[in-house]
Each structure stands twice: as C-alpha cells, then as structure tokens.
C-alpha cells in the first residue's frame, strides 16, 4: 500500500473569544481545506481520506468542544506527525479581561459556564486547556489584535509560499499602549529625537517623508540600524535552523506614530533585499 502524500496541517486551538473562527477563516482565504471543530480522534481518518485527492494544507480548530477527547489530543497529534504529515499547533490566547469584554460585547454566555458566569467559564476553560497550550508550537495574544491584525498575522506566519527562512515581521507599536506579546525581539528607540515637539511634524506619521528623513537623517539612526539589521541577519538563519518558522521584531517609541514606524518602515527595506517577503505592521499608528 502506498503512503498517503506528507500533509502540512494546522491545529488551530486556545480559548474560547480568542479569535479561532478569525484564524480558521484566514487560513482558508490563503488556500487551506478547513474543518471547524473536527474531533481529534478523526484526525487519522481525515488524512487518509485526503491522501487520494489533491488536499495538500489543512487547517482545523480543537478546543473544549472535544469534551472527555481533549486527552487524546497529544497522543493523536504524535501519530499524525510520525505518520510523516508536518503538524504545527496554534494555541490564540488572550487576556481574562479581553475576554470578559468581548462576551459582553457580543451577550455570549461561555461553552464551560452557560449557567454560571463568564470569569467562571474562562477559569475553567484556562485548567482543561493548560497541557494543549504546552502542546502548542505557537501561541498568539489576540489581547491587543482586531480581527484584521489577526488575520495577517496567521496569514504570514503560516504562508504557502516557499521561504528560505521563518517569516518575518517588523512591528511598529508605542509604549503606551504596552509592548506587544507576540514580538520576538523587542528594540526601545526612545533614545531618537521625537518629531511629536516639531510643531510642523506633530500632527503627521512617520509614514510621511519629511517625518521620515528627520528621523533617519542621522548618524545616530543609521548606526541604530545597521547594528540591528546585522543582528537580525545573524539571528534569523539560526532560528530557522533551531525550527522557528517565524520572526516578529517589534520597535517601540513612545506612541507608535513617528520613530518606530519610520524605522520599522527602513528596516523592511533592507530585510527584503535578504529575505524577499517581509510583512510590516503599524500596531498604533491610527490610535489617539
């Protein structure tokens, strides 16, 4: 009998709000054959049964739904992945109080607690999820993220297009609105001039030229970069190699609208020369 064809699957879990049904639809718009709520024990069947056809990339969401089969989730998944199919799990988490709002919000009561209260429900859900988001090979905070920047972000990290190396993103983002838990590494570029004190440049972003060449017209700027760029081409390769498949560098000034987008803007630049596709994303550049 011959083997079914290597499969490139994504698991997609994690709690309940967290933006799966976000995830699943993202991943199916970049071309992926998706199921909602498969029980994992069919996980096997599902993979023989697409061996014969053309399904090359699937995506599925797993989460408290599977009930007394979410322990035999680890056990499943190590199957799959020996039966030869390359399988990366996406745990989407979020705060307890993202959470909260987005149920208001939305007058959902909790899949664990539709008696009780939803912070019942989210504490419940955080134990009998705790060994799957072990499990999991990457984890998302949708805390900070609407729907869009979520999907990008699935969209880029699990991308069909060949890559030499993990998928890169450059993030712009200010710190007084947090710094971002999804960034790898983490560059303060408070240190520059701030274009908000010149009365001209105050109201405009670092997307404009004159608010860009006053940031990066300085050798102190490009000193900044050339030392972070070197550091990110030295990094990365060994990341691929250690199995990351993907990078978020995130640049922090003080609000997200001037420095760090500027910089992050130049930093693409120069990263796409060595690695083709880079995703760029202004976190807060639209925030008051």
């Known amino acids: 009998m011959t083997a079914a064809p290597a499969k490139q699957i994504i698991v997609i879990t994690g709690m309940s709000g967290s933006g ?9 718009d970049a071309g992926f054959f998706c199921i909602d709520n498969l029980p994992v024990l069919l996980l096997p069947k599902l993979t023989e049964l697409a061996g014969g056809g053309n399904i090359e990339r699937m995506a599925l969401v797993m989460d408290v739904r599977e009930g007394i089969f979410l322990k035999d989730a680890p056990r499943v998944l190590a199957d799959v992945r020996r039966a030869g199919h390359q399988v990366d799990v996406l745990f989407l988490d979020s705060s307890d109080d993202s959470l909260l709002r987005r149920f208001s919000e939305t007058r959902r009561r909790h899949p664990l607690a539709p008696e009780g209260t939803v912070a019942e429900g989210i504490r419940a859900e955080r134990e009998a999820l705790k060994d799957l988001r072990e499990l999991a090979d990457q984890v998302i905070d949708s805390s900070a993220l609407n729907v869009h920047d ?43 001039p701030n274009p908000y004190f010149v009365p001209e440049l105050k109201g405009l972003t670092g997307k404009v030229p004159k608010v860009a060449a006053y940031v990066l017209d300085r ?14 081409r030295f990094l990365f390769p060994r990341y691929q190699k250690e199995g990351k498949a993907y990078l978020t560098v995130a640049l922090g000034c003080t609000g997200g609208k001037h420095r760090s987008v500027a910089l ?23 925030k008051e």
């Open 20 to 28: 799966k049904s976000t995830a699943i639809r993202a991943l199916e």
């Open 150 to 192: 979520l999907k990008r972000m699935v969209q880029g990290r699990f991308s069909p297009e060949p890559t030499t190396g993990p998928s890169l993103s450059i993030m712009s983002f200010g710190y007084r609105y947090g710094v971002p838990p999804q960034a790898d590494l983490v560059f303060d570029v408070r240190f520059l």
């Open 219 to 232: 050798d102190e700027t490009q000193q900044f970069l050339d030392k972070v760029v070197d550091l990110c």
């Open 264 to 286: 992050a803007a130049e930093m693409v630049r120069r990263l796409s020369e060595d690695y083709g596709r880079v995703q760029l994303w202004d976190r807060d550049i639209e």
